[in-house]
């Protein structure tokens, strides 16, 4: 929206042709969202306690958890307001990748607030069903993964719908090259065709995949959101690299036009994220919920597949990951086990997997940190993936 206007006042003024770079939107946008974070923060917190809307603690979960109860939650609303603000504010509203990111991150925060809004103003513990949760999640994430893979295959919007109507009428057996490979970090030329129908998998897997996999990490006070804001903003290196003619071609990697402006995407993301970690910090005054989680793990999922880092973003979300595993295999090995013994048994003390270091004896902060610092080793081994192939 200012890139227009500043686009406008160049014309008389070179002064404001700054304004073009990316990166310099990507510093603003992130500026921006924390500032809007910083103001409506206390504001959003007082309406959601005044709405008596409040996280509810499972009685069998940590003993020390049980204070939390009653503490304002929905607090994702706030990150998704600074986020989508600053991005309509400072990118270029003519890259269809600014929007198929939006409308993921919304599409999904929308199934969080209606799960949310269920569990705790209408007092409902199930919130939306299981399989509701799960269908508009396959929704949204097939359309979108329809979206980047014919995208990422051409220069502009209208050769991508071009393609992608091409693709309809030829009853699905398009044989146009599409840029939809699996790329494989640490190797110069190494990569899996995967075809259309297996790029729209692959990423609707991945979208979805990440959603759950943050919203299952967000448990404790601040452990969720500066991973989150780590692996978004090195995403974000990734998407300039990938956007940019020179450099994409220096470092090996696929040039993809228009994927450098959800720089400015995770720039806004960063700057959401710090801002809500403010009030989110031990002792949290505020919980995300899965309004928050949901669109966030999604937005990880999306910025990776349109910039090609998939296998990157499984690196550097290795905490998130961890914690998804955690809760598959306690579940699967309880299953099993009670259905050969009768009696089930579990791998871990409690799932998901910062439930099981709090039981061994760590302090909530404690695992919070150590959890931190090893995604800061993760995000930066998957950064090092840009030059060493």
């Known amino acids: 929206m200012l890139l227009e206007l500043f686009q406008w006042l160049a014309q008389d003024t070179r002064a404001f042709n700054v304004f073009s770079y990316i990166t310099l939107r990507a510093v603003l946008a992130t500026m921006t969202a924390l500032t809007i974070s910083f103001v409506l923060g206390p504001a959003v917190i007082r309406w959601l306690a ?6 509810s603690v499972r009685d069998d979960g940590p003993q020390t958890h049980l204070v939390k109860a009653g503490t304002p939650t929905m607090g994702g609303a706030l990150i998704l307001l600074s986020l989508g603000i600053a991005t309509l504010l400072w990118a270029d509203l003519s890259n269809r990748f600014v929007w ?13 607030w209606v799960d949310d809004w269920r569990k705790v103003v209408y007092r409902n513990p199930k919130g939306l069903s299981a399989k509701a ?27 991508a719908l071009e393609l992608f109507m091409q693709w309809v009428a030829s009853g699905f057996t398009l044989d146009v090259p599409m840029k939809t490979d699996l790329l494989v970090p640490f190797f110069k030329s190494v990569s899996y065709p995967l075809g259309i129908f297996g790029f729209i998998i692959l990423t609707y897997l991945v979208i979805v995949g990440s ?24 995403l974000g290196i990734f998407a300039y690299v990938t956007g940019h ?59 990776a597949v349109i ?38 048994q579990r791998i871990l003390r409690m799932a998901p997997l910062h439930h099981h270091y709090e039981q061994s004896g760590w302090k909530e902060t404690q695992v919070v940190v150590r959890f931190w610092i090893i995604t800061i080793l993760l995000v930066l081994f998957g950064l090092s993936t840009l030059k060493i192939r």
């Open 100 to 112: 198929i990111v939006l409308i993921v991150t919304f599409g999904y925060g929308a199934v969080g």
């Open 133 to 159: 949760k799960f269908f508009w999640q396959t929704v949204i994430g097939l359309v979108a993964a329809v979206g980047i893979a014919f995208s990422i295959s051409a220069p502009s919007n209208e050769k």
């Open 245 to 303: 003619a020179v450099f994409s071609k220096y470092l090996l990697i696929p040039y993809i036009p228009g994927t450098s402006e959800l720089m400015v995407f995770c720039g806004a993301l960063a700057g959401a994220g710090l801002g809500f970690l403010w009030f989110n910090a031990y002792p949290a005054e505020v919980f995300m919920g899965d309004v928050g989680a949901l669109a966030l793990g999604a937005a990880l999922g999306a910025v």
């Open 307 to 344: 910039s090609r880092q998939e296998i990157v973003l499984f690196i550097m979300g290795g905490v998130f990951v961890a914690e998804t595993l955690s809760v598959m295999l306690q579940v699967s090995y309880f299953k099993y086990t009670r259905w050969r013994t009768g009696t089930g």
């Open 211 to 234: 959603s759950n996999a943050v919203n299952l990490t967000d448990g404790l006070d601040g452990l969720a959101i500066l991973p989150t804001v780590m692996v978004g903003a090195a």
């Open 50 to 55: 005044a709405k008596k809307i409040g996280q």
